[in-house]
């Protein structure tokens, strides 16, 4: 079965450069959600979008921006980086019908690191 | 805002031996998930809990959610050591559907 696929798996960036990150969700999920997980930390929130639309905010530092596109793919947007956005970072993706109670998948994840 | 807590963060544990794992959260949720993570890798769906009194096992794992007491445990049964890894709690937000997870146990099962 298809999952949810992120890319890159590794990436290094040197401070105050710009880094995309890329999720494809699975197959006819309409909802995708990034998460933020720093060394030896529980997974934050950072933004999840719904038919293309952003639909919830957590702690997205400003410098970061994201959006859905047509084919439903994600994107996350980093610049001026930091030391401290090192971390891995997941897409998970949902779909949401009736009553928006299905379960989310998350992908293999993207492992920043800022040197 | 929903906070989700789990205890205890660091558990260290002998082949054999039985132990569990707390997940308490704040606010109204009747959607719960445990995942397993290995170092670096991505989160393992282990049970998906959606209703009161629900009960699952698999393997040497358990897990029951009381929605009610806003608490789910994992129950380890004699412990093997491939059962180490990071094991981390998520409950559904009932407005936006977001998991916010919990603080995750780090588990290690010593020979």
């Known amino acids: 079965a298809a999952g949810v696929i992120q890319s890159p798996r590794h990436l290094i960036k040197e401070k105050r450069e710009t880094a995309t990150l890329k999720c494809y969700p699975i197959?006819?999920?309409?909802?995708v959600y990034w998460y933020q997980q720093g060394p030896g930390q529980d997974p934050q929130f950072l933004i999840s979008?719904?038919?293309?639309?952003?639909?919830d905010k957590g702690s997205i530092p400003d410098r970061f921006s994201a959006q859905q596109f047509s084919d439903y793919h994600s994107e996350l947007n980093m610049s001026s980086l930091e030391l401290g956005d090192s971390a891995l970072y997941f897409c998970?993706?949902?779909?949401?019908?009736?009553?928006?109670?299905?379960?989310?998948?998350f992908g293999q994840g993207t492992r920043l690191t800022v040197v | 805002e929903l906070k989700v807590e789990q205890n205890p963060l660091f558990l260290s544990m002998q082949e054999g031996k039985n132990y569990t794992i707390y997940c308490n959260y704040s606010?109204?949720?009747?959607?719960l998930y445990w995942y397993r993570q290995d170092p670096g890798k991505s989160l393992e769906s282990l049970f998906v809990l959606l209703s009161n009194g629900a009960v699952k096992q698999e393997g040497r794992l358990m897990a029951s959610l009381d929605t009610k007491a806003r608490l789910s445990t994992l129950h380890i049964t004699a412990a093997v050591h491939d059962l180490s890894a990071t094991y981390f709690c998520?409950?559904?937000?009932?407005?936006?559907?977001?998991?916010?997870f919990g603080t995750g146990t780090r588990l290690k099962v010593l020979a």
């Open positions: 979008f719904y038919e293309k639309m952003q639909s």
């Open positions: 998520a409950v559904v937000h009932s407005g936006t559907y977001k998991y916010i």
């Open positions: 998970a993706s949902r779909e949401t019908g009736t009553g928006g109670g299905t379960e989310a998948f």
């Open positions: 606010t109204t949720s009747d959607r």
């Open positions: 197959p006819r999920h309409d909802t």
